[in-house]
């Protein structure tokens, strides 16, 4: 039976107090459940889904009471743990030993802090810090103990973090053999590689596996084991709750010099995909169709059954899915898979559900090719427009739109582009984003999804940039927002995010947002600016490579007068760095910038986010040598000063497409190829100059020469009349 709920750290006397209470009154509220929400507290009224008879289901015995660590022990190990948070250690060496110490005194009180509800922290981040030696050790301590501690309230956090810190070194000792013995001088040391103590936890935890799959807390540490054991990234799921509750309480540290090895992909030995696959296998194997489908709704058991199908489709092959023991064919067991099949039950059934459409997600994006296509045709193809309209269904159509191909993306496209309006009326805009994506990766036309989109966030003049970004209305003459209510924070980042995508796309429907943001005000795009979700497409604008030179001047033009608040702004300082990626081509306003915020020196060094805008711009480089400073930008911003645009119909060619071409040449490389033909042109008068100097100096030499001659000559014929005179 599960254990008594106790939050970590806080006392819950009162709630049980109230729970009491409500009991007694014939309370019979019941809450929402959702994956994430299964750390708290059940309900009185709830039955429980999975006990007391599952048939081939062992369940581990009573849990055993390690004892308590005595007033002086607990007040040793709090400040310790406090040490450890606040890590002001003069050096790695200094808090090398201090770990080591604490260790040394918790030496056969490891069960103890583990189960302990004020020194559980501890043992985290003792975990978080430990050498290989010390994880070891600490695994040889817990050895005998798994079953136990993974069902604990706070020792199943100690087993995820002793398992995600001895991860990469099983990587370690797989390329690197000679570590797994160390050189010691102690002959009663036991070696054991990291390797083999995984494989034994799992043999502690083998007869178990069915149960701790629903199990509140030992569910969490078996998706971290599955995890290791498969060698993907730890921290890089697609969906972090299937790994942790979004209640997980963050313990860390912070170790500069720790290398972060669990991040990405690893290689494992073999042994680890074949226990993998035992594992799996063990975990559904007396479990039947009914039950797993079940399972399939359960807030406990979806997420760890969503991983161990998506490690047994990704890692074993498409073929597993034929194997009649697989995980796949047990939830859908017909083939082929018909309308009145209990398989389309299944299906329909989950679609809509909270919990189940999870589920479904991982079976769509991972299934094979074949039968993914069966389950569309069968089941979607015809009702894309109406899943999309749904707010739990829409994930699921979202999925359904990567897999498709191109001809089958044009048919639901063509039935989500008529839902678009009522999409936007419900701010559904997730599965829009992702419609729009797709047809960019497979070539389908999305002028239709523009037109659409225009159509539904036009106003008085188009298309509203502000309408998408749930900023209300635009400003009234006194400068006041016109706006009757904010729209929740949710509802801003979907409608920046989709914001972002249509900029990537270069036509009709990126300049739907450019055209807008030129067409905003000082005050509206100030607002903008400010905003933390909508600053975010405002920056994606700046720095876009569909965004003309024009565009971006006329934007940032907006800022000036405004740089020094702005780069204060927690929200704004991230719009005023972009204006240096921005600013290409345009290295006079680059310098227009800089004048500003070195005009508002002494207010941005005094602020947090004001120094990284400072640091970001070098404008302690612009402050002492401003010259070197000058020529850098210039030189970063793709020329050595403003150039005249050149006279197309107000139109400057991207970049992009005078590449293209070939044939014409883009605003930039034509301001370039005029400055290297004033360049060179100048250089041909300077050289002709010197030359022309050359020869004047010459004859000035040569006139020189023949005055000295005639000087010399002259004065030797006097002396010889002297001296005849003085002769005679």
Known sequence: MPKEFRKRGRRADEKKRKRDHEEGEGATKRRRKSVDDDETAPQEDEEPFQDEAIDGVTRPGAMPFYGMLDDDEQEYFKRADEMLELNQFDGPDERNLFIESVYKEADGKELKLANSQSCSRLMERLILMSTPKQLKDLFQKFNGHFVHLVQHRFASHCCEALFIQAAPVVTQEVMKPHLITPPSSDPNDVVVSMENLFLFTLDELEGYLGYLITERFASHV????????????????????????????????????????????????????????????????????????????????????????????????????????????????????????????????LVYDAVGSRLLETIIENAPGKLFKSIYRQFFQQRMGSLARNEIAGYVAGRILERLSKDDLEEASRQT???????????????????????????????????????????????????????????????????????????????????????TVDGPLGNLIFDSFTKLGDYMTLRVARDPAASRTLQAALVSPNASVIFRRKVIQQFYGHVGELALDPAGSHVIDSIWEGTAGLAFIRERIAEELAENEAALRESHVGRAVWRNWRMDLYRRRRADWVKQARYTAGNDGFQSFPESNGEITPPSQGRKTGGHLSAIEL?????????????????????????????????????ERHDSSSSKGKEKAKASVAAH
């Not at 073999?270 to 226990?275: G, L």
């Not at 400055?675 to 300077?686: I, T």
């Open 671 to 707: 301001a370039r190829k005029k400055w290297a033909e004033s360049q060179a042109a100048k250089a041909k008068l300077e050289s002709e100059k010197a030359k022309r100097d050359a020869k004047e100096a010459k004859k000035e030499s040569r006139k020189d020469k023949k005055h």
């Open 417 to 503: 582009i008529e839902q678009i309006p009522n999409l936007v009326e419900r701010n559904r805009t997730a599965i829009i984003k992702t419609l729009i994506e797709r047809c960019v990766a497979r070539g389908v036309d999305t002028v239709p999804i523009a037109a659409q989109l225009k159509a539904a966030y036009s106003g008085s003049s188009g298309f509203e940039i502000t309408r998408l970004l749930k900023l209300g209305e635009a400003s009234s003459d006194d400068g006041k927002s016109t706006s009757k209510h904010e729209h929740p924070q949710p509802d801003k980042v979907h409608g920046s995010l989709l914001a972002q995508t249509m900029m």
């Open 222 to 349: 078996l998706r971290v084991l599955l995890v290791v054991l498969s060698g993907t990234p730890l921290e890089k799921q697609g969906n972090k709750s299937t790994l942790h509750s979004k209640k997980k309480e963050k313990v860390g540290v912070f170790v500069a010099e720790k290398e972060e090895l669990i991040l990405g992909e690893r290689k494992v030995p073999q042994s680890f995909m074949d226990a993998l696959q035992k594992v799996i296998n063990d975990s559904v194997a007396n479990l039947d169709t009914n039950y797993l489908q079940m399972l399939a709704t359960h807030p406990t058991g979806n997420p760890t059954l969503q991983l161990m199908l998506k490690l047994e489709l990704t890692l074993f092959g498409k073929v597993k899915a034929k194997d009649e023991n697989s995980i796949i064919r047990k939830l859908l067991p017909d083939d082929p898979i018909k309308e009145d099949t209990p398989s389309a039950s299944f299906i329909n059934g």
